[in-house]
């Protein structure tokens, strides 16, 4: 029978996409600059995520895939000025429950050997083993939801739209993380091991697009950098301020997006990505503002948008639900009130 944990796993990792997220931002929470993702069969079959980051200390092999177990958080209050994606323990031990999961690891650099980890589906260590490896930490997810045979068949008859929506996810982390070398491949059947993509690390978002989207992209985007500045106010945001800053608040817009009214035959990809301190997120609200500005300069064709959103930890909220990628921004109206006007006076100042 299914346990409380199979359950409970079952939503934290709801999909392809949620482990592929999960997967990649442990990799950054390990400070990786190499991240290397495989896919057999679109992860019907496999999902390895390949990293070169600290790797894992013997010491954390029994409790890693354990419930509740993290090495990133240990008080309350920094739940305020989260900087690492994890915080949880919940990625690993619901890997456990969910698929056949293993894990490669290895610490020193010229360390020939790493060691592979092999975990119950209880999260409990099954047991270790030397074999090569280079430094870092490759977590294999195999079978995914192999014990939850609807989901299993849920993922199966939806692997088109959901492989669309992991390349998608794959995309948005290789644009927006500058100092990291991507690369994205998928293997069918028995069949060669094809790239989707690769970025090279050490290189701008623009050259990052150019890699992941194609160079015809570039040609039809201009550079965002909007600045939006909001004077403290009296009311319930108010208690956002800090004394330090007075209740002021600085938010950066940067990235790319379609120049309008760019003429037919050169179009740019209908991709819209938003992201927060480059963490990819959903941010409808904000969507809105972008594409209601764009409209009134071409009301035919949606833009290419990658927006990033740079502005202090406290002045947004993560972790409000399970799915900790829901981000409230605060004082969210008035900020995209000044985002359409500084978008506007962006478009009103290119030449055509
Ligand atoms: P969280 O990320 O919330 O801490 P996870 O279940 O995702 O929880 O991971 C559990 C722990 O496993 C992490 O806290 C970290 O110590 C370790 N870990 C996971 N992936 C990696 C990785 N790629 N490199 C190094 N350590 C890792
Ligand atoms: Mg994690």
Redesign the pocket.
């Known amino acids: 029978g299914r346990s409380v944990h199979q359950i409970q796993s079952g939503q934290v990792i709801v999909d392809l996409c949620s482990v592929v997220k999960?997967?990649v931002?442990?990799?950054l929470?390990?400070g990786?600059t190499s991240i290397d993702v495989r896919f057999k069969n679109q992860g019907l079959e496999s999902i390895e995520?390949q990293?070169n980051?600290?790797?894992?200390s013997p010491h954390?092999y029994e409790t890693?895939?354990l419930k509740h177990?993290?090495?990133?958080l240990s008080t309350y209050s920094d739940l305020t000025t989260l900087q690492?994606?994890?915080?949880?323990?919940?990625?690993?031990?619901s890997l456990c429950a969910l698929s056949h999961f293993s894990v490669i690891?290895c610490l020193a650099k010229d360390a020939p050997k790493g060691t592979k980890l092999e975990f119950e589906v209880s999260g409990k260590l099954k047991g270790t083993s030397v074999v090569a490896a280079q430094k870092?930490?490759t977590?294999i997810v195999e079978n995914l939801f192999n014990n939850l045979p609807v989901r299993r068949q849920e993922l199966q008859r939806n692997i088109k739209r959901e492989w669309n929506r992991v390349v998608g996810v794959l995309g948005q982390y290789a644009c927006v993380q500058t100092g990291i070398k991507f690369s994205v491949s998928q293997q069918a059947g028995k069949g060669k091991k094809t790239s989707l993509f690769s970025t090279k690390g050490n290189q701008s978002t623009r050259e990052n697009i150019v890699n992941v989207f194609g160079a015809k992209t570039l040609t039809a985007l201009i550079t965002l950098d909007l600045n939006l500045e909001l004077e403290p106010t009296s009311g319930p945001s108010q208690r956002w301020s800090t004394q330090e800053d007075g209740g002021k608040k600085e938010i950066r817009i940067v990235g790319h997006i379609s120049r309008p009214a760019f003429g037919e035959g050169r179009q740019t990809p209908d991709r819209q990505m938003f992201f927060v301190n480059a963490r990819p997120c959903g941010l409808p609200q904000v969507a809105k503002a972008f594409n209601e500005v764009y409209k009134a300069y071409n009301s035919s064709q949606s833009p290419f948008i990658f927006a990033n959103i740079e502005l202090d930890t406290h002045l947004y909220d993560v972790n409000v639900s399970p799915d900790k990628r829901t981000i409230l921004l605060h004082d969210q109206n008035r900020m995209l009130e000044n985002l359409k006007v500084a978008l506007t006076e962006l478009f009103e100042s290119q030449d055509y």
């Open positions: 999960e997967l931002e442990n990799s929470d390990a990786a995520v990293d980051g600290d790797g894992i954390n890693l895939a177990h993290t090495s990133k690492t994606f994890g915080f949880r323990g919940e990625a690993l031990s690891t870092g930490t977590v």
